[in-house]
């Protein structure tokens, strides 16, 4: 048996009672992924355990930030054919039925992150154990990535659970934590870091029954009920996600509805669908898209600012919000405002989050004494970050920037959480004006991953770098982006939502507008989202825009503010709302579809997100597509604006432009960067370690 070896992926030790412990340590990596070469290495360890058997085996990570967080996304990106696909995923298949097949107890020993295929090598082993901390997290997030477990988690997961928890596992993607997964037989036991060897140790010394599903939830598995149970799936996905737009969810229940009843069938015709669907363009775009994201976590990495103590001025929406997820992401905030009332209802929405996100008593309360109301703005003092989020006003921020900076730290960051208005009009009062930097947040602050991180030429660099690591260190999106107005994710956004109201000031139903941006693939039609941020506030960052770039706007949009009828907020915009969901009307039975209303509204969004490559505005086309897809939800399954741009043909969409722009004017007239998009996009994105 082997002793410890540094030089290795992984190595096993035995111990006095027999016991082999294999720990999985990927080589010049922060995090445990199973690459080709990983999944070798595991293999021949099996064959070796196979042939001088053990009294048991216990899989553990030497990884202090969690087990397996998946597969190796990167070598995705490499798979040329549908052979070589098929390939990959039966040899990983191979691997895990090995670990199935061992004759000795099998035990993974689960901390942090175990996730997609390293829950798959964790559901072939007879017992689980998992650490009892908020940082475990379970979870098979392949559809995510536009596939479904390959590696045998799909046929796993449902025999152990039953195929109704299975399911609702594999289709949503999301990640349960450790008391979760027990509660679904997922895990054996959930034990605190000091109990878990003894844990291990106990089910490998006098193994019990393996957990089997009830008998209730077994049947779902039948021959007979599947087909009515994968009706019920299938509605169920197909509130949110289209088979034509996210074909995975629909395959996992094909497959499990055609072979459930046959292990190997299902091993076989899973391997196969996911070849099929990792060759297609939706999972080459979500692999695309998974990237980039990871390209934004590794932002941060290179900052050694530790802030521990944010101030927050402002407790409107944003401003408690924004509080609210800092306290949850464990730092002390306090948040002042001109009144304790005014305070008191951003403490009531942080108390609902709270309760929402971290369910347990203590956890909640710990959270909640963490968020501290301050109208006095005593905390500024001392805070390591402070953020500006009052209302859109350039001589009030200015005004409070003056009270603010004496009483600043020298090291502290002050931020701004302004839409629009850019820095070199808010700098001015301040006696170091490089300390101000921009950190735009998008509402709900809790959803939206992405933070839109502000500077100028007169941004001092270090801050910069300060407040991206402040981003990372509350688990948020970093993008960096240049002070011109609108910065990338609003100015990209607003001309196909002022598009749309034109649309509909020309009398196209609303809902008309909204169904052919769903059709593309947004997450909500722009119509219903004017609504949810508000008309006025889209009429403000509008009439900012229109000042700084001469961007026209809609006539409409002014009246319907004028009138109070603001959207979703008082009860009324384009559409009604009750109890804050939105009363569409059905599409009248004479109107006539128009191709020109996708395009009119799809084309100025991709000709604004053009002109701001062409300038500058983020550092590369690879970070506009971020921005675009975790700011505004452009659909992920197309990769990006710009990388939509370059898959469709920018020939073709160029010469569609300028089709538009001869039947409805100038607002259509093609940036100058059209003339060098072409080509974009040949280069595949950074990637830190990444997996899934």
């Known amino acids: ?215 209730l939830a077994a049947l779902g598995n039948h021959r007979w009920a599947r087909p009515l149970l994968a009706r019920v799936l299938r509605r169920k996905v197909g509130r949110k996600a289209r088979r034509d737009h996210y074909p995975a969810p629909w395959s996992l229940i094909d497959l499990w509805q055609q072979h459930a009843d046959d292990e190997r069938a299902m091993l076989h015709a899973e391997a196969g669908s996911v070849a099929d669907l990792i060759m297609g363009p939706t999972a080459q775009n979500l692999i695309r898209v998974f990237l980039l994201q990871e390209r934004l976590k590794s932002l941060g990495r290179t900052s050694d600012f530790r802030p521990a103590r944010v101030h927050v001025v402002g407790a409107g929406v944003m401003g408690g919000d924004i509080a609210a997820w800092c306290a949850l992401r464990g730092l002390r905030v306090t948040l002042s405002d001109q009144s304790p009332e005014r305070i008191a209802p951003a403490i009531g929405r942080a108390a609902t989050l709270f309760r929402r996100r971290l369910k347990r008593r203590r956890p909640i309360q710990e959270a909640m004494d963490r968020l501290i109301p301050d109208h006095r703005g005593l905390g500024v003092e001392h805070a390591d970050v402070v953020i500006e989020a009052i209302f859109e006003d350039a001589d009030a921020k200015r005004a409070l920037y003056r009270e603010l900076e004496p009483r600043m730290g020298r090291e502290a960051v002050l931020a701004t959480n302004t839409s629009s208005i850019p820095l070199q009009e808010l700098r001015s009062a301040l006696q170091d004006p490089a300390r101000l930097v921009g950190l735009h947040f998008f509402n709900p602050v809790a959803k939206m991953q992405l933070v839109e991180v502000v500077r100028d030429r007169d941004t001092d660099a270090t801050v910069v770098n300060r407040a991206i690591g402040f981003t990372r260190r509350i688990d948020r999106l970093p993008l960096p982006v240049t002070s011109t107005p609108g910065f990338l994710v609003n100015r990209i956004l607003m001309p196909y939502l002022l598009e749309a109201v034109e649309l509909e000031s020309e009398g196209v139903p609303a809902v008309e507008i909204d169904r052919q941006a769903l059709d593309f693939g947004m997450p909500m039609g722009p119509i219903e989202l004017a609504d949810r941020v508000g008309l006025d506030i889209c009429l403000h960052v509008a009439g900012i825009l229109g000042e700084h770039l001469g961007t026209e706007v809609p006539t409409r949009l002014r009246q319907l503010v004028e009138s109070g009828r603001l959207g979703r907020k008082s009860g009324e915009g384009f559409y009604r709302y009750r109890r804050g969901q939105a009363l569409k009307p059905a599409v009248p039975r004479e109107h006539r579809d128009n191709p020109d209303v996708g395009d009119r509204m799809i084309l100025r969004m991709l000709n604004e997100a053009v002109a701001c490559l062409h300038q500058g505005v983020v550092e590369d086309g690879d970070l506009l597509d971020a921005g675009m897809v975790y700011g505004t939800g452009f659909a992920p399954f197309r990769g990006g604006p710009l990388h939509y741009i370059e898959t469709s043909g920018a020939d073709t969409l160029l010469q569609r432009l300028q089709q538009l722009e001869k039947r409805y004017g100038e607002r259509f007239h093609p940036d100058v960067g059209w003339e060098t998009i072409i080509g974009f996009g040949d280069q595949p994105p950074h990637n830190p370690e990444s997996g899934a």
């Open 1 to 215: 048996m082997n002793g410890e070896r540094k030089d290795r992926d992984l190595y096993t030790v035995l111990d006095e009672e027999g016991i082999a412990w294999l720990h999985f340590d990927k080589r010049d990596s922060g995090t445990n992924v199973l690459s080709a070469q990983v999944l070798e290495a595991f293999y021949e360890e099996l064959l070796r355990l196979e042939q001088d058997p053990p009294r048991g085996l216990v899989i553990l990570s030497d990884k202090p930030n969690g087990f397996i967080a998946g597969a190796d996304v990167r070598e995705f990106t490499r798979l040329e054919t549908h052979d070589q696909a098929l390939a990959a995923i039966e040899s990983g298949q191979a691997v895990f039925d090995r670990l199935a097949a061992l004759p000795f107890p099998t035990v993974a020993l689960i901390h942090g992150f175990c996730l997609g295929g390293g829950l798959e090598l964790a559901l072939a082993c007879r017992y689980r154990v998992a650490r009892d901390d908020p940082a475990t997290r379970l979870g098979l997030p392949e559809v995510r990535l536009g596939i479904h477990p390959g590696f045998g988690g799909s046929v796993r997961l449902t025999a152990l659970i039953g195929p109704l928890a299975a399911m609702d596992l594999m289709l949503s993607g999301r990640s349960v934590d450790g008391r979760t997964a027990r509660r679904l037989g997922l895990v054996d036991h959930v034990q605190p870091q000091r109990h878990l060897h003894t844990a291990a140790r106990a089910l490998v010394l006098d193994p019990p029954f393996r957990h089997r599903p009830g008998k």
